[in-house]
């Protein structure tokens, strides 16, 4: 009997592929009633109407119902419209022009699930293994119907490759485990047990609530299997949230690279540094405006114009402020602070008065959208990723500045002995002028990275200007490997906390935490050796 | 001396010359003008929504200043910005009702601005067109709350959710931002939910700051939490630009609809301009009105804001877009401005009285009308879900406008409290 299935089969793929080819260029296989009921009427008639479909496993429904899925179908009374980049007639595939009256096809998420499950149902006939492994996939944690059923228990029997088989394996259990057999249930069990995934862990925690499961055996079985699973989805739970943590980390660590600099080594109170990171991230939005309206097709690397744009606005500001303002106030910390405020309000009304009051919207490029799946229960969004990665190149880069070439030999130079480097013929005043150009142009890049996973408006900067100071004032001030691990501390804890916690309570707990550490050690986490220490 | 007598008589002169003058330029522009005030954020965390809602209002005065005005008045907007800082809002209230002695003041979207511009108005008996659904928990005689109460929004979209076209969700997560609206919404949720038979082992609570961006933990708990057993929905009363991220993340984490589906009362068209919406559709938001319904009010509605848009460059005129609470102050303004014609005058007390019962063809599609007692509007509810291009499928909607209930039965107490302003 399989046997002689099995050669049905191997007759039917190509046909089934061939009808498909065919299908998706000319008109439908579907019968006009059949369409009808597939889009217009309550719900409950257009899933009986789709079952009808898997049922029969009618490849050549796929395309359809494929363009009922993306909305382009549209209906008036009996008449049915594909909206493409033209207008067909849905059922005779001729070219016609939509009446304004029109009603869309209206698919709500129960709708919307059961369209796609029924499609990758259907396209598990397809020849290409990899459409069928991820028909499968798809497949997995969709509510069983009657016709789907029939349809996947048809190609399960004769598929051959392997994925797809123990794919199709996990999506049977899912259905197999309300059986009234008791040895059906436990093989189901044991085969749910090795994919841990939220899906299964869902499945078999349902059975076991009210009255699902009633056979003690069988309940031991799911509760085992459970554990199982929840101790496998608790490893990438943990590395879920050290990546957050790393992550806020290196936000964190973007925003106070540049204070490290400005306060840290030159000892400037500087208010203004908020405003640098929300030019950087106004400068962004220039960039991607620029795209916009003169290379669209190059968009999505909007970001490479971004970067050094940002930094060159940043560094140049930076330095204009240091000529007109902080040069007259160095030693004066407590001036240099009630100066960069008002620089820091000036800036704002600046970008108020330009801009608008209003949050510019900056897109993402489409390669930062999305995430890279890693398991089952653990997604790393990719903003983030290239947020790390560029936190890190950026530290790379600062660190070679400052050890490696003459300009940071001598803003290490200036910063320990100012008279002495002045004596042997340095030019402290331009030294000042670049090192706050540095720290400002730093601050810029932030900008770049947050105007990636927040909102620019305003008064982006008051909100990062206060972990700023906590980053550096933690790590030890003139200290910049301090402030990378503050950084990644003040990350990790937070999110930690947030764990637990809550966002709110979380963020009252770090300062808590920061307050006491202070005062038990008010030189930071990492004490500056040396001798101008006053 | 002499001289400088006469150039001190001279200058008292040109002095009460101009005191007069002014007096009586200031006197002539009160006779032919109506001062009507518009309270919102025009900055802050609260600009992204409240920006779109001062315009609106600018546009319905116009349009009501082009047919004549009211009482052959024309009116005249006194725009103010309290910039998203509650006690900002109770300055700039005091401001429009004493130095520009507005008849009516149109404004304010968070309920703890409302909260705190209220002494004000019964201090000095003002009158507010509150324009954004809200918690309830009040009702008082200085305002009319032209957005929809717990009734006519929360509940029927939790209603939903557990339903089986909404998916028939078993477990709720309520997200929020830390502050008056949110969290009485989520305490009247809880109260409904144990009525429905939910266990508090069912329901997570969560809330975070205003101007909140990083949403990667809460994200990754709701993921969490899905995955114990039941169907799970999130019901979101996250307000102001903290909606961004919000559903960035969700959008990169990969939270689908199908799966978790987030139903949310403060999002609507405005709010999700810029985020790309593709990896949202599904999701969802309950409203009184969506700019996607289809009737000839609507049509109108949105061809003559898209046409005062482009006229006036509006930053939002290359894409034009309608929500719910621009539809509450439009409706609101001409409510007030007929109930003024009614009452032959802008006197507070009057036009209260002459509130009860108005009636105005919303965009809607339905005929709003001011409950004879309330202080609410009788409004239908609409649930929508995101579409790839950032509107909404109206997938459930209720028959006709249902009467608002400002104090929610789902509340301890509150079946007592009489169904209007209790004056004393």
């Not at chain 1, 089934?16 to 008639?45: C, I």
């Not at chain 1, 190609?155 to 049977?172: F, G, M, R």
């Not at chain 1, 030019?279 to 097709?297: K, S």
Request: aromatic share 8%; with cysteine.
């Amino acid at each position: 009997m399989i046997k002689t299935q099995l050669a049905m089969m191997k007759i039917l793929y190509p046909v089934a592929v061939f009808l498909l080819l065919v299908h998706a260029t000319q008109s439908w296989a579907l019968t006009p009633e059949q369409k009808l009921n597939l889009a217009t009427g309550d719900n409950d008639s257009r899933i009986t109407a789709l079952g009808k479909v898997s049922e029969s496993g009618d490849v050549s429904a796929i395309a359809y119902l494929q363009s009922l899925d993306d909305d382009a179908i549209k209906f008036k009374g009996n008449q049915l419209f594909l909206v493409g980049d033209s207008v067909t007639d849905a059922i005779t595939g001729k070219s016609v022009t939509l009446p304004d009256d029109a009603e869309d096809v209206v698919n709500n998420n129960q709708m919307r699930s059961e369209l796609d499950a029924t499609i990758a149902a259907l396209k598990l006939f397809s020849k290409d293994p990899k459409v069928r492994l991820e028909s499968a996939k798809a497949l997995i944690g969709t509510d069983p119907s009657e016709g789907r059923l029939t349809l996947i228990k048809r190609v399960e029997k004769t598929e051959t490759d392997e994925a797809v088989k123990a794919t199709l394996a996990q999506v049977s259990a899912s259905i197999e485990i309300n059986s009234p057999n008791k040895d059906t249930r436990m093989a189901a069990v044991a085969k749910l047990k090795e994919g841990a995934n939220p899906n299964n862990k869902e499945i078999l925690a349902s059975r076991l609530e009210g009255d699902g499961e009633k056979d003690p055996e069988v309940r031991l079985a799911i509760q085992a299997a459970l554990n199982s699973i929840e101790s496998q989805m608790a490893v990438y739970d943990k590395i879920g949230q050290a990546f957050t943590g790393l992550s806020l980390g290196s936000i964190l660590l973007l925003a106070a690279l540049g204070l490290a600099v400005t306060y840290g080594l030159m000892g400037v109170i500087n208010m203004a540094h908020g405003e640098m990171m929300m030019i950087g991230a106004y400068a962004t939005y220039l960039a991607q405006t620029f795209f916009q309206r003169f290379l669209p097709g190059y968009f999505d690397w909007y970001l490479l114009l971004a970067v050094p744009f940002a930094f060159v606005v940043t560094a140049a500001i930076g330095i204009v402020i240091e000529r007109l303002v902080l040069r007259h106030l160095y030693g004066r910390p407590l001036e240099t602070l009630l100066a960069t405020w008002g620089v820091s309000l000036i800036l704002m009304q600046l970008v108020r008065t330009v801009f608008g009051a209003q949050n510019v919207e900056v897109e993402n490029p489409v390669w930062m959208s999305g995430g890279v799946q890693l398991a089952a229960n653990l997604i790393l969004p990719n903003n983030r990723i290239c947020i790390i990665a560029f936190a890190i190149a950026v530290l790379i880069m600062m660190w070679l500045l400052i050890t490696k070439t003459r300009l940071g030999l001598f803003i290490r130079a200036v910063t320990q002995n100012r008279g002495m480097a002045s004596c042997t013929g340095v030019n402290t005043s331009k030294v000042d002028a670049m090192a706050f150009g540095l720290g400002s142009g730093i601050a810029g890049l932030a900008g770049v990275a947050l105007s990636q996973i927040g909102n620019v408006g305003p008064a982006l900067g008051q909100s990062y200007i206060v972990d700023s100071f906590m980053v550096v004032v933690l790590g030890g001030v003139g200290q910049l490997a301090g402030a990378v691990y503050a950084a990644l501390g003040l990350g990790i804890v937070s999110k930690f906390l947030e764990g637990i916690a809550g966002a709110v309570l979380a963020k009252i707990f770090v300062l808590v935490i920061i307050i006491v550490f202070i005062q038990k050690r008010p030189q930071g986490l990492f004490a500056f050796k040396g001798r101008s220490l006053d | 001396m002499q001289n400088r007598r006469n150039f001190i008589k001279t200058l008292t002169a040109i002095a009460a010359g101009i005191a007069l003058m002014t007096g009586s330029l200031t006197s002539s522009a009160a006779d032919d003008t109506i001062k009507v005030g518009v309270l919102h954020s025009l900055s802050g965390t609260m600009a992204i929504s409240e920006t779109a809602l001062k315009d609106m209002a600018l546009m319905t005065i116009d349009e009501i200043n082009k047919k004549g005005g009211v009482l052959g008045k024309k009116l005249e907007p006194v725009v103010v910005d309290p910039a998203s800082d509650w006690p900002l809002f109770a300055t700039k209230a005091r401001q429009l009702l004493t130095q520009d002695k507005v008849a009516v003041t149109f404004g304010c979207w968070t309920s703890v601005s409302r909260k705190s511009v209220l002494p004000v108005y019964k201090e000095l008996n003002g009158l507010l067109f509150y324009p954004v659904q809200y918690e309830g928990e009040e009702l008082e005689k200085n305002v009319f709350y032209t957005g929809a109460a717990p009734n006519q929004q929360a509940i029927p979209a939790v209603e939903y959710l557990m339903s089986k076209q909404g998916g028939s969700a078993k477990r709720f997560v309520l997200l929020g931002t830390d502050y008056v609206y949110p969290r009485t919404t989520n305490k009247i949720l809880r109260a409904f939910l144990h009525s429905k038979g939910v266990d508090d082992a069912d329901i997570m609570e969560e809330y975070t700051p205003f101007g909140h961006s990083d949403y990667q933990t809460i994200v990754a708990n709701i993921k969490k939490f899905a995955s114990e057993g039941k169907k799970t929905a999130v019901v979101s009363t996250i307000n102001g630009d903290s909606n961004v991220p919000f559903y960035k993340e969700l959008g990169n984490a990969g939270l689908k609809a199908k799966d978790v589906p987030v139903v949310a009362f403060s999002v609507g068209e405005e709010e999700l301009r810029g985020v790309d919406t593709k990896p949202l559709v599904g999701h969802l938001a309950a409203w009184n009105y969506f700019m996607s319904i289809k009737n000839p009010t609507n049509a109108a509605w949105i061809k003559e804001w898209s046409a005062y848009a482009k006229e006036k460059n509006l930053p939002s005129a290359s894409k034009p877009l309608t929500n719910d609470p621009m539809e509450a102050t439009y409706i609101g303004i001409h409510m007030w401005a007929q109930a003024v014609e009614k009452a032959k005058s802008t006197d507070t007390d009057k036009v209260i009285a002459a509130m009860a019962g108005q009636t105005y063809k919303a965009p809607s599609g339905f005929v709003a009308e001011m409950d004879p007692k309330n202080h609410h509007l009788h409004k239908p509810v609409f649930i929508g879900e995101v579409k790839a291009d950032g509107q909404f499928n109206v997938v459930w909607k209720t028959p006709g406008p249902i009467k608002a209930q400002p104090w929610s039965p789902y509340i301890e107490g509150d079946d007592k409290k009489p169904d209007e302003p209790v004056t004393n």
